[in-house]
């Protein structure tokens, strides 16, 4: 039977994207760019990972504890999560020129890195052992809807962000804009919701 599930992303290559997404905003970050500039990559990270992590914790991270509870990494994410959220915190309080922007900005993005990789090399390859093409497409699905219910609120925002941060690199550009069409879908979604409501 048809199913619009299976035309979806399975949602391992969701978090994949994801990852991707934040990693092309980061390698936009240099020393030399303007404090503008660097205030907008660090928010564009900033917002994609507070989403990214919420979408995990409350899609993907629950279902993984039913199948492979003893899994040390899915233990420590939760710890990992609420590290990257104090940086993020920290990072959005600071000026794109005080120094300690580009500090924080860089302990955070360690941090990351260190969690993606085990979420890279350890959880979504189990997930993609232990759950049935199914299941994965169903919860990319669900992924999906709940990412355009957190966007919405701040989707104009996160476009804005995107347009600063990348402007001036091309193939960067064309790279961050994909995720900035989350964000204006989102919107355009949240609109549609608002005249169906009048
Ligand atoms: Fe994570
Ligand atoms: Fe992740």
């Known amino acids: 039977m048809f199913s619009l599930a299976k035309l979806s992303p399975t949602v391992t290559d969701m978090i994949r994207f994801d990852h991707s997404h934040v990693f092309v905003t980061f390698h936009q970050f240099t020393h030399d760019k303007s404090p503008t500039v660097k205030k907008a990559l660090s928010e564009t990270i900033c917002s994609a990972l507070e989403i990214h992590a919420t979408l995990e914790e409350e899609i993907f ?10 899994d040390p990494v899915l233990e420590k994410a939760p710890d990992e999560h609420a590290d990257m959220k104090r940086l993020i ?42 759950l049935s093409k199914e299941r994965l497409n169903q919860l990319g699905v ?13 989707a104009g925002k996160v476009a804005i962000s995107h ?18 069409i989350g964000a204006v879908l989102a919107l355009a979604t949240a609109g549609r919701r608002t005249a169906a409501q009048h």
């Open 61 to 70: 991270y629950p279902v993984m504890r039913t199948v492979d509870a003893a």
């Open 142 to 154: 669900e992924m999906n809807k709940r990412r355009v219910e957190l966007l919405a609120p701040q």
């Open 163 to 180: 347009a600063v941060g990348f402007s001036g690199s091309t193939t960067a550009w064309v790279l961050g804009a994909v995720g900035a």
């Open 89 to 130: 915190r920290e990072l959005r309080a600071i000026p794109g020129h005080d120094d300690r922007h580009d500090r924080v900005l860089l302990e955070l993005m360690r941090e990351v890195i260190h969690h993606v990789a085990d979420e890279e090399t350890v959880v979504l390859p189990a997930a993609e052992r232990r």
